[in-house]
């Protein structure tokens, strides 16, 4: 009895408690869908804000949408809200934002504030995608496009399409996981206006919170290999001169073991368990050019995988959060001097692919 008088309580306070916000009607306010920040100098930034509008085209009663963009100067990113409301003549809701892009020359000077600001917002989901743009992020932002006349939706769908497959997780759950952790570092899309269409370049690597550099889009699949397990994603490996096979991945499973965590020079072991099938190629293949075929393929992803590696430590980033492994297997961890241990590190990858399919077989 004491439950449901309980449950009861709860339910007449719920009218009370909506009752506080005041109600907010669609045609009375304007939805922030992406927002874009460009290095504006001395500590200043160029705001672009896009938000959707609707409207019916003629007699036809359909439905015509286009977005409506608009940018101001502001101080360290901490007055565009109210900077932005004074050239909307309707205000300004955030609560649907998809994107946030950062122009490149503002991503190398750190992007710590303008994360944390978001980050402090009640209103903004922590699933918001954020993306480096090579260029600016204001003209990316009024562009138009052959894709979807609304570049929020059309970026919001780009990154989270390739997510899906070729491209790592990534969010600004993940960004801030990355900052605020030890033996770490963020990472992002990088983004490329071409003529009409927006492409993903590439991965933007930070130490800390400051672009230092970027992966290629062609090598994501070799760091998502290394970065997580992941179900779907295709890739190519070279057979004969100018010919190359393309598989496709149906699962992928990586596990890091760590040895002599505390020396000055550890060494670290990643397996990988891949499974996939043949998607294009028009080589028949006897059961040995499989066994060749697979070999290959694993000693080709081994290579990529390690040169990948040796890349990020010269870089001196940590965007597959070696140190944090290396931490769960060690009692005296020293956050202070780990990136000078990092890049005494030792790796080995160890691949097992299993070919599922292979079309055709002599």
Not at 13 to 32: G, R
Not at 155 to 174: A, C, E, V
Not at 314 to 343: M, Q
Request: hydrophobic share 40%; charged share 25%.
């Amino acid at each position: 009895m004491a439950k449901v008088k309980a449950a009861l309580a709860i339910l007449m306070l719920i009218p009370v408690l909506a009752a506080c916000e005041e109600p907010k009607v669609i045609d009375d306010i304007k939805l922030a869908e992406a927002i874009g920040y460009d290095y504006a100098g001395q500590d200043k930034v160029y705001g672009t804000v896009a938000t959707p509008v609707y409207a019916q085209t003629g007699g036809s009663g359909q439905v015509q949408s286009m977005i409506d963009s608009f940018s101001v100067i502001v101080s360290k990113g901490v007055q565009d809200r109210s900077l932005l409301d004074s050239e909307s003549e309707y205000p300004l809701e955030i609560g649907k934002l998809l994107v946030v892009l950062y122009g490149k020359d503002l991503a190398k000077r750190g992007l710590y504030k303008y994360a944390d600001l978001l980050n402090r917002n009640p209103d903004i989901g922590r699933a918001l995608n954020l993306a480096i743009v090579d260029g600016s992020a204001g003209d990316m932002l009024k562009g138009q496009y052959r894709s979807d006349p609304l570049v929020s939706i059309y970026l919001s769908n780009l990154i989270r399409n390739n997510i899906k497959r070729n491209f790592p997780s990534n969010d600004l759950h993940d960004f801030l996981y990355s900052y605020y952790g030890k033996g770490m570092d963020p990472f992002m899309p990088l983004l490329e206006r071409k003529g009409d269409h927006i492409k993903i370049k590439g991965i933007a690597l930070f130490k800390g919170d400051r672009y230092v550099d970027y992966i290629p889009f062609g090598k994501a699949m070799i760091f998502k290999m290394l970065f997580e397990s992941f179900r779907s994603g295709s890739f190519a490996i070279p057979w004969k001169k100018k010919e190359y096979i393309t598989f496709e991945n149906i699962g992928s499973k990586v596990k890091y073991h760590v040895k002599n965590a505390d020396s000055p020079a550890p060494l670290i072991r990643v397996d990988i368990h891949m499974q996939g099938y043949l998607r294009e190629t028009a080589v028949h293949f006897t059961p040995q050019k499989m066994r060749i075929l697979k070999k290959k393929m694993e000693q080709t992803l081994e290579k990529e995988g390690l040169k990948m590696i040796r890349q990020l430590q010269t870089l001196d980033v940590d965007p597959l959060r070696i140190g944090n492994y290396v931490h769960s297997y060690s009692r005296h961890w020293d956050p202070n001097d780990w990136r000078d241990r990092y890049k005494n590190c030792r790796f080995e990858i160890h691949i097992d692919f299993n070919l599922a399919h292979a079309g055709l077989v002599e």
